[in-house]
């Protein structure tokens, strides 16, 4: 016969702590506290495997149930000597569910069950009248509420009336004969509601209570949650029944709540509150202030209120000591309930307390030093994306908030400004250095000096790989791109939603980490990474395998990655060096030029600007390793799209306004992203090739003489389909290396460097063995490799992704997080057959993915040496790397 | 020691026609005929290894070679009787190069070899002096020109001048004193030009021009057009050296070519020319007019110079059995060269002749009749692709042509017609059956209907899958796209090329295969598919394994494909459908519907003309299997683009032209081949699902009924990544078809269907083991599943795809044939991870790779079901796959 029933109590338990999956995480925590001796009220749990009969069964239950549920009854009474439904001395009981996980949606809590009018006069008999009729009309409205289903806020209203009736503030001014009245009401209103009176009978109260718990696994709400949360529906709830202590038995009674440690710092200091004379309800419904439980709590709140502490000493000390334990016990800060009736403590519930990312970070390492646990558990118990909160100024959690649209989150952090429309306001305003918003319809490389002024971007149009997001994410900047209820009218200097409209310098605030845009300005939280965040870190450090690079162009993002701790640099973009102020302009002359002598004269004025950016950039780097991919877009995106800016760049340029329109319809292309760009530019002008290559080797001989620190820069050519293209490229690396020494009188280049590949297109991937041949390192750029892999264009994809999502036809966004079986597999083979070819090809990834906790835990799977992400990310890829690296080494 | 040298003549040989690789094309049937006892010329020939060592080692000859060449001339002394280099009676040579695959680019031939002031008077003494005089003007020049390098055009002005001088007309009206004369000045040419006489010793001579030969393999001639035909620079050439022959030694010599068959045609019967007194050389530099054979050409070609079977009746016996038995020795048509010296006939050469196609077909279907060759054999003979010139008009390669300037070959064929700017031009015009030709800068689906009117299409811009270039295959109309030097105004009626204007009306003439854009009208030989070309269909059907069906959407392409022999339709792409007449408004109004209700009223009008397609596809097709494609372009594509056309599309539909232009932009998209397209347009919509299946099913249903055959489509959906996709696609055709069937009174669908997939996506072909549990049958949509490969887009790579085959980057265009190292790795993954799910897998292709041979040699390698390519490619696609199935089963 299976067991379906576990009892505890009285110092001992049949469960524990282990057995969650059977009791859930209720049940098995009050089993454990039991187990420990710990005083916690009698009871039992009845297991998620009844649920699971139950619904199997066409909700009936299982046989040997009954008896089980019989003989567990039968300790409780044994333990309380109180019989339930004994009229002379009842024993009362709550009713509480409890799954594996916890879930809202779920019927909750009965209290008080076991009450009728008869056992409710042996109550008041023991325990005075006006806490048996208290205790009484509780039950009636709870059990009337969430077990019969009649409507809560019915009982509420006659409570209401009766209050007001009798000129009561508060609850405790009614006496034990209001609420004798108000019990005989709420009877009335269950029985004319449902048609037959509130049951009386105390086992059929108790079974229409667990019955109830188990009918609300399939509710609507619970069935949302566990689809959203990936629950799957067998893992059932259990129920535990206990016996009721009393925190409303006056005076020397109360209950409360409480966290080992300060939940929203970390502070290591018993932190909770309680009520005098209340029931568990009372503290959670707000009506009443609760009080401080620390002497040390009161003082820092300044309040009148006694203290636990001080009010009840005896059992605070109890309780403190249980604290302690359990948290030791659990290794880990514990979320507690507890009741003190007539002066004795009972402990109601323990479980793991939530916490803000700061607690979580100063607790582990806390406990990390009190030897709690090991470093690495410290490394392993922090979500990487949780840093997120650290990384960048927030909203404060308890600001009011008006959101008024909603776009992309694509660049994380808040920030609140003066609307600007122009690039130009934004950089005059900028630099009086006034608070500014920039907001276009969508961004352009003509706004960068705007951008770079702008305390945030915010944008109609656009997805996560627009210009506006891929450059706000490299400079740190918060964006919030596509929101298209937005109607910008940028000459009239107004935006418009609805029937709203903001003009220039009015304040808004966009969430870059939520994608939400408010209105006026909203409070913040800055950034502050504290010496515990650093400490994590450097474990995190320790424990991790991959290299941790950053992708960043500007001296500025140098910085940033070095602060955040990045290895080395895996990803800069030299096109973005481009599109600086007056560069544009001799880029712009190189496009327009007719033949390869024009382009050349147009790159050697580009030649000193770039050189000089890679001397800046390899001295910051001072000798780490870093990735500069040769020149990847395609050449329209230099050049003005509509017929306004082109006017205004021919213009600007002294060229004639049709040969420019000429060029840009010639250059444009159906589908740009497949186009003429990367390699297929380097090979097409081998001159742009050449020029990029003589910028970086001549900056890296600078750089090492300015620095006296060797620099050996790799050189990355992007979207190689073929071996071939690769080839090509590298023969005139190569041979411009040969060049710059043979007029440096030397016989072989001076600065050694390596040339690599992306690996982006899938046929890169499926002939990584002849690239490998050529290529000194593969660096996966995994957005243009999901891109071609799923044949989906990241920037036309928000209409058709939105709809996946909510169809569930998608779960995971895969240009968020790695399609381990699709792009994966094309991962994996590349790395092997490169691998094999080349035992020390070098192997990175530089696609947004590098900064993604699951994304880098499969490339520490297939082996990478490193991933490289945006600098922001860098803390949250190497604590994730750690993390990934401590699974790998457990065989998880 | 190694064999260096082997030796032919006087009926026996060292080689044989096996040995081509060692002896060269010419050398091993010089010493095949030889071995026939035929009558050759005796000689020699240097092996190819020769030429392997000789550049193997500096330049210098292998150790062995002088002394078995002086072996080999001792033999052919010994057969001639002559001595090389005795002034008494000297061995006269010819030295002609042989490499394994004819090669332009090398030395050609030095005939008369040996004579020099001595040897030639001997030669007079014995043949008379004009002979031996004519014969040393001769070698002088030749030798002087090709192996001392002297310019033949200064050796022909001294001849033009003294004849000329001595009012000659023709060389046969100059004397023997005339030709002494002339060899003086020759001399004196080349020792005023090198600086040193012209060598007088005859094995210097012979040693001079076998060098010459074989430096010839190393110029830049040579080279390149071995790296055009993939020919190994280490296959060397061979050296023939043989004893001369002369056909010029008076009346009773001669000197001519023959095919053993008809080159032209194919008739079964000699054909070839010869010249009386002459040299070959004479023959191909055309200054006399060569007669015919046989009499019976000569009746035919109504000449009065007598035939060589009339003049010499032995000798052409002779050479007409010989012919006869070579063909027969070889089972191959021959090309021959002959020499009659003084009546006596000898074989100078026999090799497989080149023929036209109509040839090659008359030449194999009657080959096999004759028991000469197997059918299989007779398949095996013919290059499919060369039908492309049977199913098409072609150019006449005879007709004088102007070419003014050149696209792509978008549409195979050729076009003659009036330049019309207009859609509506052609219709009005073409309607009056006047032969137009649709010019302009790019087609849109607003020109469907003067595309159908015209006879050929030119297009400014756009690639090989440009909307031009698709309709037009489709339809079989010949296309030239993308003729970028083309000017057109449209408005003002030109078409401008560089400073040439033509105006709508004039004619001009388009080559849809060669994508040459010629004035005027150029004459044209029309397409006809003799018994022979469906005898030999026949044969092939008998002998492959694949099907081949078409891509189809309209009633005409379905009896087309059905006339070239379809076994189905592989493709019908529904979007088609949607492009004719008065629909694309109803279409319009879908797309502009703001939701679902709205877009259902519009798919509600166009069911009926959907389904009337289909009921006349059905029928058409009686019972052949069908696949039917879901709407698969981006909605955008049935919208107007520039403003214009917007303002027009507006008026005309009666809606806000602001409007239309917002929905315009709202579905513009940066890449729209990888946009909202295919199944997530089915998935978004599922409206447009469920209307486009009803057409099939209800159409089905009733071309069931009317023709009494079964219908069973095969209903393929579009642009499938993930499994969930065409789940999702899958429950709404599967809902609909039961809904009909419920409507119907039936239980279950009457119509059976089954439902599949393109795989045009990697991932796709990754998750090929997921998407099979779902797909009855995959369809590979190879372009797409090239451009997402690679990662091009095909309608822009023209310029950078141009680039890389001019630098060598790409050897093969992979739209044309399929990438089998890359693409194929896929393709071969889907078809094995598939059929291990699910063994009854129906797979094919529909890309335009289904209609190119090496791609379907692949095909038939990973053993797909069928090849599906547009009709005029169905009988390249069946020969093909006969000869891959041959091919296949001697494991080739």
Known sequence: MAKWVYSFGDGSAEGSAEMRDLLGGKGANLAEMAGLSLPVPPGFTITTDVCTAYYGNGRTYPDGLDAQFDEALDVMARVTGKQFGDAGDPLLVSVRSGARASMPGMMDTVLNLGLNDDTVEAVAKASGERFAYDSYRRFVQMYGDVVLGVDHHDFESILEIEREKRGAMQDTDLTADDWKDIVGKYKTLVEETLETPFPQNPREQLWGAISAVFDSWMTARAITYRELHDIPADWGTAVNVQAMVFGNMGDSSATGVAFTRNPSTGEKA?????????????????????????????????????????????????????????????????????????????????????????????????????????????????????????????????????????????????????????????????????????????????????????????????????????????????????????????????????????????VITIDGSTGEVLDGEVAMIQAELSGDFATLMGWADAARRLGVRANAETPNEARAALEFGADGIGLSRTEHMFFEGERIQTVREMILAGDADGRRTALDKLLPMQRADFVELFTIMGGRPLTVRLLDPPLNEFLPKSDEEIAEVANGMGVDEELLRERVIALTESNPMLGHRGCRLLIAYPEITEMQTRAILEAAAEAAQQTGEAVEPEIMVPLVGMRSELDNVKAIIDATAAEIAKAAGADEPQIRYTVGTMIELPRAALRAQDIAETASFFSFGTNDLTQTTFGISRDDSAGFLGAYAQMGVLETDPFVSLDTEGVGILMRVATNEGRKIRPDLKLGICGEHGGDPASIRFCEAIGLDYVSCSPFRVPIARLAAAQAALAMREGE
């Open 270 to 506: 018993l932190y909770g509150e309680f009520l005098v004379n209340a029931q568990g309800e009372d503290v959670v419904a707000g009506i009443r202030t609760p009080q401080e439980l620390t002497e040390a709590a009161r003082k820092m709140s300044e309040s009148d209120a006694p203290s636990l502490e001080a009010l009840m000493p005896e059992a605070f000390s109890e309780f403190q000591d249980i604290a302690e334990r359990l948290e030791s016990h659990y290794s880990e800060m514990q979320d507690l309930e507890f009741t003190i009736e007539r002066g004795k403590l009972w402990m109601l519930q323990t479980r793991s307390g939530k916490r803000t990312t700061t607690a979580a970070i100063r607790i582990a390492v806390e406990m990390a030093r009190e030897g709690l646990i090991t470093k690495d558990e410290a490394v392993r118990r922090i979500d990487p994306v949780s840093l997120d909160q650290l990384l960048h100024p927030t909203l404060d959690p308890e600001a009011e908030k008006s959101v008024i649209a909603k776009g992309l989150p694509a660049s994380p952090g808040a920030a609140t400004g003066e609307i600007v429309f122009t690039a130009e306001d934004a950089e005059r305003l900028g630099k009086d250095d006034r608070a500014v918003l920039l907001v276009r319809q969508e961004t352009s490389p003509e706004d960068i000096h705007g951008m770079v002024a702008a305390r945030g971007i915010l944008t109609a149009r656009g997805g996560m790989t627009s210009h506006a997001a891929v450059v706000a994410r490299g400079m740190g900047t918060p964006c919030v791109s596509g929101a298209g209820l937005l109607k910008i009218d940028a000459k009239a200097g107004t935006m418009t939603v609805l029937d709203r409209t903001w003009k220039a310098g009015d």
